[in-house]
DNA sequence: GTTCAATCTGGGAGCGCTCCCAGATATGAT
DNA sequence: ATCATATCTGGGAGCGCTCCCAGATTGAAC
């Protein structure tokens, strides 16, 4: 009945170019896959009808058999924050991700947390699919079910954050925030400054921990005294910037070192609201070097961190590892690097 | 000699759960797919012993049988200044898409175009990977190549932006730039603005033609005068609202429209240079209600759009297509929203 | 000429599923 | 009891590849 009417035609096959170029199966999968044991001869004939034909191997066949896909998948558990409060962070990662992968014929499945949502079933679907022949995990903190889950696999996983337990069976490409800070902070006291407070990050991740371990590891270093009430605990957000600035008020004080350009944002906020005078009566000093940083006022000493390479690189050692090349755990810390503007007030001096 | 040190066991397939339930092959895979002819005892049987074991289906031994494989594409080529002067857009889009996709149980991989590069060798790998069942192409501009591929391939495939050309044989979901832009320009005619200029976005995309239009068709149905002097032609950057605003200068004018808010960001920007009063002396209004729309000063009034929204039900609709649920081509238009604030004068009157 | 290794080529087996068909069993009408 | 029908279940075939092994061909060495 409908033979003259197959609307979907059977695409092609190695047996067709097989059968086109006058060879077998085997000769045409040897080509394609660039092995030798092909006369030059016949290796030109395949390729050239593989071209006219436009012939593209089915990847399902193939991964049926070699149990590898080309794809890894790249998780950002959680992001309504990250996209609405730093949307810079997030896609700037995903690029370097992006260029790692296509330039080493990878293919990336992107998994995102939904707003509000649980993200329990997100889990249990990454979890569920077998497509992928290695995972990205971003955004450390809370994801443990995901990490647990997959040390018990033998899918193997890069995490773009120093992760939160087992430091030395997971692999990571993170950067130095305990030395980036330290340094961070030696150049305040540096420019003269004694009475230096700081509204911490999150500190339950290690990013948060790492900062302020550095802060703290500054001023012994200094000599100067490590004093509680200069330390006020905050969550890398704005809001926390502003009302733990608000808090430090309280005390005498002649910087402030925020945990991220974001909670700097919040921290100038406050202190513009007390009409208190940046750098001169109180110098700031923020995190990540966003690109808002250079714009607000006055423009933002920070620490440059970077955010694409680590996605490149992130990408670059879990294909390593899921093609054998590296193995076990791998650590990476890349470095930083200080940006001095207006903020800190080495203008002044 | 290894047979106790295989490192990695087979997982297990159909067949051994099967054994295990004491049934064959086909009755599992009726179980796992929800089939009907398997008596309510032996489901429960199987299931149980499914979950017992884990088991997850292989999907390449199944995409390979069905020619499906639960996966959908997103591109966006050239990134770069998505992601520097806009980094709100793409990422929203994504979450839209994400979500759409997950909760149809479909996973998402995502091409992005590299800065600087080429984007031949991105297109390439998304033409040569067939791993995907339909594709949303992004930013519609000069992808031509992709969009003529794809169209004379049976994967579907879904822009969110309204196509430059074969506007009625593309699948899209857009918003309704022309009327959106008409009733934002009649706002300004209604607080009594009479020489409105504009700083257009780019006229190759029809994004940009279209709220052109909206903004002449506006002036027409005042019985205003359509003044070329008026018009000075942009690309949606900020640099080009900066440049085309001192253009406008030489005239006489006591509204500017700009394109988007990134370029209402340039427009106030040499308006406060040259010291000119936003609204009193000239009103200004943006179109997108990026975040930031809210907090320059003056607030900015703009045109609300809906971008999760939007990534949401291309995703849906591509996935529609995939399934057969809907048929050919299909073109969504999704509303807008005037968003009144300050910078338009609304509340001098 | 023969012999041997290196080089090339073809076809069977099998990856883990779905689909189809044949056969078994249960259910109800006669 | 008999038969028709609906409900279940099992196994063969095949999706399009890669891998392995056996056989054919070549070329160099004797």
Redesign the pocket.
């Known amino acids: 009945m409908n033979v003259s009417t197959n609307s979907n035609p ?6 067709d ?2 059968a086109r170029a ?9 080509v ?2 660039n ?9 030109e004939r395949v390729l050239a009808i593989i071209e006219q034909e436009g ?4 990847p ?3 991964a ?3 149990q590898h896909t080309q794809v890894i998948g790249v998780v950002i558990p959680r992001t309504p924050t990250v996209v609405f409060e730093d949307a810079f962070y997030f896609p700037t990662l995903l690029q370097g991700v992006s260029a790692a992968t296509h330039q080493r014929d990878y293919a990336m499945l992107l998994w995102l947390g939904q707003a509000g949502e649980d993200d329990e079933r997100l889990y249990r679907q990454i979890e569920r699919n077998r497509l992928m022949d290695g995972l990205i995990i971003a955004s450390a903190p809370s994801n443990d079910p995901l990490i647990s889950h997959f040390l018990n696999t033998s899918l193997p996983f890069v995490l773009v954050e120093r992760p939160g337990h087992d430091y030395d069976r997971i692999s990571y490409v993170s950067i130095d925030n305990l030395n980036a800070s330290l340094e961070l902070v030696t150049h305040l006291i540096n420019l003269g400054r004694r009475r230096i407070a700081t509204v911490t990050g999150d500190l339950t991740i290690p990013d948060g921990r790492d900062r302020l371990d550095g802060y703290k590891r500054a001023l012994q270093i200094a000599g100067l005294p490590v004093d509680e009430r200069l330390i006020v605990e905050g969550n890398f957000s704005q809001r926390s910037g502003y009302e733990g600035t608000q808090a430090l008020l309280q005390q005498k004080i002649d910087a402030i070192v925020a945990s991220s350009d974001i909670t700097a944002r919040g921290v100038l906020q406050a202190l513009h609201e007390a009409e208190i005078r940046v750098p001169e009566d109180v110098a700031v000093v923020g995190f990540d070097d966003l690109p808002t940083a250079a714009q607000v006022i006055p423009p933002l000493t920070t620490v440059h961190q970077p955010i694409e390479e680590r996605g490149r690189l992130a990408a670059g050692l879990l294909i390593d590892l899921v093609e054998g090349k590296l193995e076990g755990p791998q650590q990476i810390l890349l470095p930083t690097e200080l940006v001095i503007r207006q903020s800190c007030g080495a203008a002044l001096s």
């Open positions: 059977r695409s092609m096959n190695l047996e170019i097989a006058g060879v077998s199966r085997s000769t045409v999968s040897r394609i896959n092995e030798p044991y092909v006369s030059e001869k016949t290796r012939f593209i191997p089915n399902a066949a193939r049926l058999v070699t």
